[in-house]
Each structure stands twice: as C-alpha cells, then as structure tokens.
C-alpha cells in the first residue's frame, strides 16, 4: 500500500494543509493523459491506442521507448485488478507477431525506427492506484519485463506516478548477440556490445564495471539493461547510456547522460555537448572515460542525471 502524503504549504511555511489523492473519474481519462505525454511521462513515443489484436483482445496504449524497446501499457482505475494477467497476455501474443509491431512502428514513427527495434527489451507497464504485495511478488517469478506504476491525482492539476516495482527477464548482465532477430538495430558494420566486451582490454573491462557497479549503488530503481549496442540504466527513463569501444588508438568509454550541457563547464578531451548529434544512447552530454580519474570526475555527472530522471 502506498504511504505517500503531499503537502501544501503557503509562503511563509507558517501554514500546511495536506491534499487527499484520489482516484481517477474514469479509466480512459487516466489513460488519455498518459497518452498525450507519455514521452515525458514515461520517455515512450506513442504509436497506438486500444489496438485491437487478432485474438480479440484490445490494448489499451502502444509505445517505443528511448532504447527502441516495445511497450505496452494498461491501465486500472482502481488497484490491481488483474491487469498484470491481462498485460502480460498482451505482451505475450506481440512477441508472437512482431510483424504486426513492426508495421505499426513505420507506419507512425518511420521506416529508420522500425529497423531499429530491440525486441529483447520489450516489456510491460502496469498503471494502477496501488498494488499489494501478492502483486509485486508475483511478478518476481515472471520471466519478462514488467513494470508495476502507482498513480494519484491531488487535486486537478497534481499527479504522481510511482515506479513500485521491476522485473527484468533474463536478468543477467551479459548482452549476447542476437542474430536471429527479424529486425537488426545496427548498421552492417557496427559492433554489438558484446563484440565489444569481448575485445575490450582488461584495463577497459575494468573501467566498465566500475561505471556500472557505481550506477547500481545509486539506489533500488536504478534498473540495468544490456541492449544491442550498449548498456542503459535507468529509472522510468534512462540516466546513462554506456558505449564500450575498445578501438586500438584510442581504447575509451563513452557515456551519454540526461545533463543539460548549458549548465556545466565543458572540458576539452572529457565532456562535449552532443546535442542534435548522431550517437548510439539517449542524452546531450557526451564524456569520456579513459581512466579511473574520469570515472570520479563523472560521478557528479551520473548522479544529477539519475536525481532528474
């Protein structure tokens, strides 16, 4: 059950007055709203609403998210009711028919972020007033990638949308290739991340697991995922994405953060502004990691990303 209360206080912090959440008036008015920001909400481009699937179900919202990963979200206006069950009869029927995903994706976003699709990731939101802990431990002995969102209006113009829990299928931290995936994410001559690893010197490796092991210690929801290229992090939205590349000359890691490059000084060699920028990864700050010095010199850097995200 969730024990949030928000607060109300006047100018002079001389007055407090607490504001009563409250469910939504109807369903599809929740719905709606997610729908019409639900890149900022959640950092998913919408494709569809109540999609109808050949086996007569009907999906109440289709997305894509930042990593080119599906989702699907359902909603409740109320607690549970069983829309994990039906979420995840959903997700299942679209893992058998990417194609239909796939036409859906270039019809609304185009060709280019059709072929870029990471079928691995595709999971499920679940969006409801609350969910008890039969919920949340359920989803825990499900192989797929689910998410529980708690949601609560206080007042007209407040809402609050509470990630419960996550479950990540094949929870590994190992990317392998997938080269039996209909749909490739990469170009020809792009390397997979877990090319990338494998080449990468232990020096780099090194590197590697430290950015990661700090990413992890930033708290419960910091939620790791190894895609084709590289390995995100996220919360409900990514705060860093982790390019290995173990090139000869210049063996280095690049890491992409949700950081206004604006509002820091920017270093030569270290930190670029890459915004409206080509590169694999969400985020405009662009640093470079070449040695342990960088990684404490990022930490910073990682951690207000992962605070505003």
């Known amino acids: 059950m969730s024990d949030i209360k928000l607060f109300r206080l006047d100018q002079k912090n001389t007055a407090v007055v607490e504001l009563t959440s409250q469910f939504a008036k109807l369903e599809r008015d929740l719905q709606q709203l997610v729908e019409k920001h639900m890149e900022t909400f959640l950092g998913v481009r919408f494709l569809a609403s109540e999609y109808t699937t050949s086996n007569k179900g009907r999906i109440d919202s289709l997305g894509l ?161 190894e895609l084709k290229l590289y390995t995100a992090f996220k919360r409900i939205k990514n705060f860093i994405s982790i390019l290995v590349l173990p090139q000869q000359k210049d063996e280095r890691i690049n890491l992409y953060l949700k950081v206004d490059p604006s509002s820091i000084e920017l270093q030569k060699g270290f930190s670029h502004d890459v915004t409206n920028k080509g590169h694999w990864g969400t985020g405009n700050l662009e640093v470079i990691i070449r040695t342990v010095d960088d990684i404490e010199k990022a930490k910073p850097l990682i951690l207000s990303s992962f605070e505003n995200n």
């Open 65 to 225: 998210d930042e990593n080119g990963c599906p989702v699907i979200i359902e909603y409740k206006r109320h607690s549970n009711e069983n829309v994990i069950n039906q979420g995840l009869f959903y997700l299942n029927w679209f893992l058998d028919h990417k194609a239909d995903f796939q036409l859906l994706a270039m019809k609304v976003l185009g060709n280019d972020i059709a072929e870029t699709i990471e079928w691995s990731g595709a999971r499920l939101i679940c969006i409801a007033s609350d969910f008890n802990k039969y919920d949340e431990h359920a989803i825990q002995l499900i192989d797929r990638n689910i998410e529980l969102m708690r949601y609560k209006y206080f007042s007209d113009d407040l809402l609050l949308l509470e990630l419960v829990n996550t479950q990540s299928a094949q929870s590994k931290h190992q990317p392998k290739s997938d080269s039996s995936s209909s749909i490739s994410s990469s170009k020809p001559n792009d390397k997979s991340h877990a090319d990338s690893l494998a080449m990468a010197s232990p020096t780099l490796l090194q590197l590697y697991k430290a950015i990661c092991d700090y990413c992890d210690s930033l708290g419960d929801d910091a939620q790791r995922k």
